[in-house]
T-cell receptor, first 117, second 113 residues
Framework: NAGVMQNPRHLVRRRGQEARLRCSPM?????VYWYRQLPEEGLKFMVY????????ESGMPKERFSAEFPKEGPSILRIQQVVRGDSAAYFC???????????????FGPGTRLTVL | GESVGLHLPTLSVQEGDNSIINCAYS??????FIWYKQESGKGPQFIID?????DKRQGQRVTVLLNKTVKHLSLQIAATQPGDSAVYFC????????????FGKGTLLTVNP
């Protein structure tokens, strides 16, 4: 049973280019979460998606960043017109459906390390 | 504001010793805590969790202690091995949410053979 998959593992972009990060959740999981990790920092929540729906994007920068999780295919985190400050590791996690306030255990992928030159 | 932080950014121990990694949190409304291990170049890996209605939980070679009075969380690793070398993060979940985690900055544990 494959875990959460992310690609590419490493991505280099020049300032002003676009970055597309892909995440395939674990089999049977329909919830996807994106986190950003700056060097020597903890993970910061960005966005929570279910299929075709953005549930919580409170951690997403207001400009240049967008995320989607289409009915078919992986979740995509898109960063337009990248700047050097976007350089970070971006992690995707997925979870199954649970109810109420019980924590939905999140399983993390290996991350995409974005470097902006 | 809400924050989850760690007392020590680095910890170096000898193989076979016990390790203790500490974490302070400020959100008294958090009801669930998790310790993650992150090896170089990999994503966070779940180690152990604890709910706010508990003060201690044990796993295989790991124990988590929760002191709600002083808002302190610790991870104890018994008989530390070289394979335990990694960055360890504590994370908290606020009451009323079933997904949003707040992570601390991490402690780098180095195990010397």
């Amino acid at each position: 049973n494959a875990g959460v998959m992310q690609n590419p593992r490493h991505l280099v972009r020049r300032r002003g280019q676009e970055a597309r990060l892909r995440c395939s959740p674990m089999k049977g999981h329909s919830h996807v979460y994106w986190y950003r990790q700056l060097p020597e920092e903890g993970l910061k929540f960005m966005v929570y998606l279910q299929k075709e729906n953005i549930i919580d994007e409170s951690g997403m920068p207001k400009e240049r960043f967008s995320a989607e999780f289409p009915k078919e295919g992986p979740s995509i985190l898109r960063i337009q017109q990248v700047v050097r400050g976007d350089s970070a590791a971006y992690f995707c996690a997925s979870s199954a459906i649970t109810g109420g306030n019980r924590y939905n255990e999140q399983f993390f992928g290996p991350g995409t390390r974005l470097t902006v030159l | 504001g809400e924050s989850v932080g760690l007392h020590l950014p680095t910890l170096s121990v000898q193989e076979g010793d016990n390790s203790i990694i500490n974490c302070a949190y400020s959100n008294s409304a958090s009801d669930y805590f998790i310790w993650y291990k992150q090896e170089s170049g990999k994503g966070p890996q779940f180690i152990i969790d604890i709910r706010s209605n508990m003060d201690k939980r044990q796993g295989q070679r790991v124990t988590v202690l929760l002191n709600k009075t002083v808002k302190h969380l610790s991870l104890q690793i018994a008989a530390t091995q070289p394979g335990d070398s990694a960055v360890y993060f504590c994370a908290e979940k606020g009451r009323g949410s079933n997904y949003k985690l707040t992570f601390g900055k991490g402690t780098l544990l180095t195990v010397n053979p």
